[in-house]
């Protein structure tokens, strides 16, 4: 079945610094992949996403690329924020839409 | 326009008691999900809703589980004779298919404490 490994964390950078979380996916067919994140006492929002092989979702200075031929959508962020502590989930839902699957989370620390 | 909304957004019972939490989703979104999250077992898909339907109960743990959707809207996911290991956050999300990514937009769930 369809599923998704992310890095283990937590993950703790200092601010500024460069940040790369990796996500890995195992599906059928063209799945369509994402990022969502869950600040702390926060619902689950959606981050970014990417339909097709070679899309790049970006947003808030994120950015992942749909990499088909590694079969990865990692998450990366030139200068990351104090306000960008959070866990983020990578996920993937098939082609027949009808329900995503996540990886494990990761948390990311950021110190000032 | 509103967002998902789920009610309670906590709720502590009894071992042993029934519980149902609600899932007002985004209006015209057909599609609605339920899905659990726990410190053991992650974020995990409990049931799909397409219109009234069910196309895919295929999480649902136990049969304590159940849930509903009427009018093509609100859902209700019911747990009889709640367990311990039943406490969780309980999410639920909506999307309106026919789009091509499928994006599904969360309420901020029901955290679940058995007692």
């Known amino acids: 079945g369809n599923s998704v490994t992310q890095m283990e964390g937590p993950v703790t950078l200092s601010e500024e610094a460069f940040l790369t979380i990796n996500c890995t996916y195992t599906?059928?067919?063209?799945?369509?992949l994402f990022w969502y994140v869950q600040y702390p006492g926060e619902g689950l929002q959606l981050l970014l996403k990417?339909?097709?092989?070679?899309d790049k979702g970006s947003n808030k200075g994120f950015e992942a690329t749909y990499r088909k031929e590694t079969t990865s959508f990692h998450l990366e962020k030139g200068s990351v924020q104090v306000s960008d502590s959070a866990v983020y989930f990578c996920?993937?839902?098939?082609?027949?839409?009808?329900?995503?699957?996540f990886g494990a989370g990761t948390i990311l620390r950021v110190k000032s | 326009g509103a967002g998902v909304s789920q009610s309670p957004s906590n709720k502590v019972t009894e071992k042993g008691k029934d519980v149902e939490l609600r899932c007002d989703p985004i209006?015209?979104?057909?599609?609605l999900y339920w899905y659990r999250q726990s410190l053991g077992q992650g974020l995990e898909f409990l049931i799909y809703?397409?219109?009234?339907?069910?196309?895919?109960k295929s999480g649902l743990p136990s049969d304590r589980f159940s849930a509903e959707r009427t009018g093509g809207s609100v859902s209700t996911l019911t747990i009889q004779r709640t367990q311990q290991e039943d406490s969780a956050v309980y999410l639920c999300?909506?999307?309106?298919?026919?789009?091509?990514?499928?994006?599904?937009?969360f309420g901020p769930g029901t955290r679940l404490t058995v007692t």
């Open positions: 990417a339909t097709k092989a070679d």
């Open positions: 996920a993937l839902s098939d082609q027949g839409g009808n329900k995503l699957v």
């Open positions: 999300a909506s999307s309106q298919p026919g789009t091509s990514t499928y994006e599904q937009y």
């Open positions: 209006s015209g979104h057909t599609a």
């Open positions: 809703f397409q219109g009234n339907s069910a196309p895919d």
């Open positions: 599906a059928t067919g063209y799945p369509s």
